[in-house]
T-cell receptor
Framework: NAGVTQTPKFQVLKTGQSMTLQCAQD?????MSWYRQDPGMGLRLIHYSVGAGITDQGEVPNGYNVSRSTTEDFPLRLLSAAPSQTSVYFCASRGLAGAGEQFFGPGTRLTVL | AQTVTQSQPEMSVQEAETVTLSCTYDTSESDYYLFWYKQPPSRQMILVIRQEAYKQQNATENRFSVNFQKAAKSFSLKISDSQLGDAAMYFCAYRIGNFGNEKLTFGTGTRLTIIP
């Protein structure tokens, strides 16, 4: 199993550009989520999904879109990048039963100039 | 809203000694889970230990153990026999136990330095 994979690992954008951060998992997990990590602020939830076709907003959803067309994939879209979106982005997944841990991807470092 | 507070931005400990990282949380729920995650310089988030709120017994995983005080809403992590590989950011996290409500709330982290 590859676990949770994220691409790209690093990305530099100019203000106003759009891009999609890719996330995939091969563990057949129902739940997937996106977090951003900023210095001194821990990880904050952007969007999450409890299954294909179902998404919901987290703590900091503005400026981001998500969709979940398959169980495996959960892309995060930035429609018009802003410098405030400079951050490290983590995708995570877990099965919905019990106290199962969330498995995290390796992260994407995004810089918006 | 649930909050998780880690009041120690940085901690240091001598190699082979014991260190305790603090975490408090605020919730009105009775069914929830608590976690400690480790983030080394590689940036990978690694689960260290977890605790179910309904369990009175404190969780342990080898050199890692927790002191879970439900009434005080406290969840501290004790690392025994500290090793150089324990150097990392440590995050405390909380999740409600309801099916489908899967939001994981993190604290701001504690940076742990191991002194050789």
């Amino acid at each position: 199993n590859a676990g949770v994979t994220q691409t790209p690992k690093f990305q530099v954008l100019k203000t106003g550009q759009s891009m999609t951060l890719q996330c995939a998992q091969d563990m057949n997990h129902e739940y997937m989520s996106w977090y951003r990590q900023d210095p001194g602020m821990g990880l904050r939830l952007i969007h999450y999904s409890v299954g294909a076709g179902i998404t919901d907003q987290g703590e900091v959803p503005n400026g981001y879109n998500v969709s979940r067309s398959t169980t495996e994939d959960f892309p995060l879209r930035l429609l018009s990048a802003a410098p405030s979106q400079t951050s490290v982005y983590f995708c995570a997944s877990r099965g919905l039963a019990g106290a199962g841990e969330q498995f995290f991807g390796p992260g994407t470092r995004l810089t918006v100039l | 809203a649930q909050t998780v507070t880690q009041s120690q931005p940085e901690m240091s400990v001598q190699e082979a000694e014991t260190v305790t990282l603090s975490c408090t949380y605020d919730t009105s729920e009775s069914d929830y889970y608590l976690f400690w995650y480790k983030q080394p310089p590689s940036r990978q988030m690694i689960l260290v230990i977890r605790q179910e709120a309904y369990k009175q017994q404190n969780a342990t995983e080898n050199r890692f153990s927790v002191n879970f005080q439900k009434a005080a809403k406290s969840f501290s992590l004790k690392i025994s026999d500290s090793q150089l590989g324990d150097a990392a950011m440590y995050f405390c996290a909380y999740r409600i136990g309801n099916f489908g409500n899967e939001k994981l709330t993190f604290g701001t982290g504690t940076r742990l330095t191991i002194i050789p």
